[in-house]
Protein backbone atom coordinates (compact mmCIF):
# COMPACT_ATOMS: atom_id res chain seq x y z
CA UNK A 1 0.00 0.00 0.00
CA UNK A 2 1.06 3.37 -0.71
CA UNK A 3 0.68 6.51 1.13
CA UNK A 4 0.79 10.18 0.40
CA UNK A 5 2.83 12.67 2.78
CA UNK A 6 1.16 14.96 5.39
CA UNK A 7 2.51 17.79 7.22
CA UNK A 8 1.06 18.39 10.91
CA UNK A 9 1.68 20.94 13.08
CA UNK A 10 0.42 21.52 16.20
CA UNK A 11 -0.33 24.47 18.33
CA UNK A 12 -1.99 24.95 21.40
CA UNK A 13 -4.38 21.97 21.70
CA UNK A 14 -5.11 22.29 17.94
CA UNK A 15 -3.81 19.83 15.18
CA UNK A 16 -3.43 21.35 11.53
CA UNK A 17 -3.31 18.48 9.04
CA UNK A 18 -2.32 19.16 5.58
CA UNK A 19 -1.28 17.87 2.45
CA UNK A 20 -1.68 16.00 -0.99
CA UNK A 21 -3.95 12.82 0.18
CA UNK A 22 -6.27 10.52 -1.07
CA UNK A 23 -10.00 10.71 0.61
CA UNK A 24 -9.65 7.78 2.66
CA UNK A 25 -6.55 8.71 4.13
CA UNK A 26 -7.76 12.23 5.23
CA UNK A 27 -10.53 9.98 7.23
CA UNK A 28 -8.03 8.07 8.67
CA UNK A 29 -5.35 11.03 9.85
CA UNK A 30 -8.75 13.12 10.61
CA UNK A 31 -9.63 10.01 12.98
CA UNK A 32 -6.43 9.71 14.72
CA UNK A 33 -5.56 13.10 15.47
CA UNK A 34 -9.33 13.67 17.07
CA UNK A 35 -8.23 10.40 19.28
CA UNK A 36 -5.38 12.04 20.78
CA UNK A 37 -5.64 13.27 24.35
CA UNK A 38 -5.30 17.09 24.82
CA UNK A 39 -6.37 17.82 20.91
CA UNK A 40 -9.45 20.70 21.09
CA UNK A 41 -9.85 20.52 16.94
CA UNK A 42 -8.30 19.53 13.98
CA UNK A 43 -8.12 22.00 10.76
CA UNK A 44 -7.57 19.70 7.42
CA UNK A 45 -5.49 21.39 4.44
CA UNK A 46 -5.72 18.62 2.00
CA UNK A 47 -5.94 18.88 -1.40
CA UNK A 48 -7.46 15.61 -1.90
CA UNK A 49 -6.30 13.07 -5.26
CA UNK A 50 -7.61 10.08 -6.48
CA UNK A 51 -6.32 6.87 -5.39
CA UNK A 52 -5.21 6.18 -8.82
CA UNK A 53 -3.35 9.46 -9.05
CA UNK A 54 -1.41 8.59 -5.89
CA UNK A 55 -0.54 5.53 -7.55
CA UNK A 56 0.56 7.54 -10.79
CA UNK A 57 2.67 9.88 -8.63
CA UNK A 58 4.38 7.03 -6.77
CA UNK A 59 5.37 5.04 -9.94
CA UNK A 60 6.96 8.88 -11.03
CA UNK A 61 8.47 10.05 -8.14
CA UNK A 62 9.61 13.80 -8.59
CA UNK A 63 13.60 14.18 -6.63
CA UNK A 64 14.07 16.02 -3.97
CA UNK A 65 15.69 19.44 -4.26
CA UNK A 66 19.10 19.47 -3.77
CA UNK A 67 20.16 22.51 -1.52
CA UNK A 68 23.62 23.35 -0.34
CA UNK A 69 24.46 25.17 2.85
CA UNK A 70 27.14 27.84 1.85
CA UNK A 71 28.97 27.83 5.30
CA UNK A 72 29.49 23.78 5.54
CA UNK A 73 32.58 22.32 3.73
CA UNK A 74 31.87 19.42 1.41
Request: glycine share 6%; aromatic share 6%; hydrophobic share 40%.
Amino acid sequence: MVSAAFKVVTERGVVYLMGRVTQREATRATEIARGVSGVTKVVRVFEIISEEELRRNFANPQPAPVTRDPDRTP
